[in-house]
């Protein structure tokens, strides 16, 4: 069996256009969604990331408001800044990009942000209503996810969804959506006992404990959707002394011999994690200013 390789890049590529479109619609009505980004420090992947963040906002028609501080910076000054950035009027969504310097207490960072700018979906009132099933924003690596899997498997009702690692960020939302999908879930971790026995009963396996390779081909079930969330630099001789490459989760080869489909990594769901966002900040708009979120 030769595995469909999800393509997250087009996909991604689809959403944004469609958020293009929808944001222009907003304009005649006289809205334009803006997103607020604020980075601390020098982190160089971090950097990257909010640069990307920053061109594909203003490529979809939005504001791009951005806040590059010094690693520095003191914690209260950040929460004065989110502060500022909740009461702005042209700002819809609030990212501040994580790791901090350590002086700063991210979680105190979280929940100081307005729950309803919180395009990250961090903030413990979209984490609990996400919980309880009622409309939340959700985290975006996850939601991509979700959107990957429905691309090849419409109807998820009933399926067996294996879900390895238990962040907050990835983990955990990740199963709260499948279970509003009607899946049978499971949360496998580091502790977890008989991990390829568990892969092996799984219809859909969702892989984010940032472990390379962690999850070979045959520990799969045949036919099995495989959504790989992890990014992992590891040695590659082949390419010269002191090289790297870029892995994830899952041993590539063995499993997409197996899957049914499969996330390559990279071009998997990490496009997928900046059009979510967008497609965040576009609905944080429509519910500020009393709007229905268009279809996309």
């Known amino acids: 069996m030769s595995a469909t390789i999800i393509d997250g890049k087009a996909f991604a590529a689809g959403l944004r256009a469609g958020i293009g479109r929808a944001v222009a619609g907003l304009a005649e009505e006289g809205v334009t969604p803006g997103l607020a980004v604020v980075i601390v420090g020098e982190d160089a992947a971090s950097q990257i990331y909010v640069r990307n963040k920053v061109r594909q906002t203003l490529a979809a028609g939005m504001r791009s408001f951005d806040h590059v501080l010094p690693a520095s910076t003191g914690e209260a000054d950040l929460l004065a800044l989110v502060g500022r950035l909740n009461a702005d009027p042209e700002v819809d969504g609030i990212l501040v990009q994580l790791p901090l310097p350590g002086q700063i207490d991210p979680q105190r960072v979280i929940e100081a942000i307005d729950p309803a700018k919180d395009v990250d979906g961090f903030h413990p009132v979209n984490a609990g209503r996400l919980l309880a099933g009622a409309p939340a924003f959700v985290p975006c690596t996850p939601l991509g996810s979700l959107l990957l899997i429905k691309s090849v498997l419409p109807r998820l009702a009933g399926l067996d969804a294996l879900v390895?690692?238990?962040?907050?960020?990835?983990?955990?939302?990740?199963?709260?959506?499948?279970?509003?999908?009607?899946?049978?879930?499971?949360?496998?971790?580091?502790?977890?006992?008989?991990?390829?026995?568990?892969?092996?009963?799984?219809?859909?396996?969702?892989?984010?404990?940032?472990?390379?390779?962690?999850?070979?081909?045959?520990?799969?079930?045949?036919?099995?959707?495989?959504?790989?969330?992890?990014?992992?630099?590891?040695?590659?001789?082949?390419?010269?002394?002191?090289?790297?490459?870029?892995?994830?989760?899952?041993?590539?080869?063995?499993?997409?011999?197996?899957?049914?489909a499969i996330t390559p990594v990279p071009g998997g769901v990490g496009p997928m994690t900046i059009a979510c966002l967008l497609r965040n900040t576009l609905q944080a708009a429509c519910l500020r200013h009393g709007l229905p979120m268009p279809a996309l």
């Open 164 to 260: 390895i690692g238990r962040s907050s960020i990835v983990g955990k939302p990740m199963a709260q959506l499948l279970l509003q999908q009607d899946c049978t879930v499971t949360m496998a971790h580091s502790r977890t006992r008989d991990l390829p026995g568990l892969c092996g009963r799984a219809d859909i396996l969702v892989a984010a404990v940032g472990r390379p390779e962690l999850v070979r081909g045959d520990w799969l079930k045949p036919g099995a959707v495989v959504i790989d969330v992890g990014i992992n630099r590891v040695p590659d001789p082949a390419a010269g002394e002191g090289r790297t490459r870029v892995v994830g989760d899952v041993a590539f080869r063995e499993a997409a011999a197996v899957a049914g």
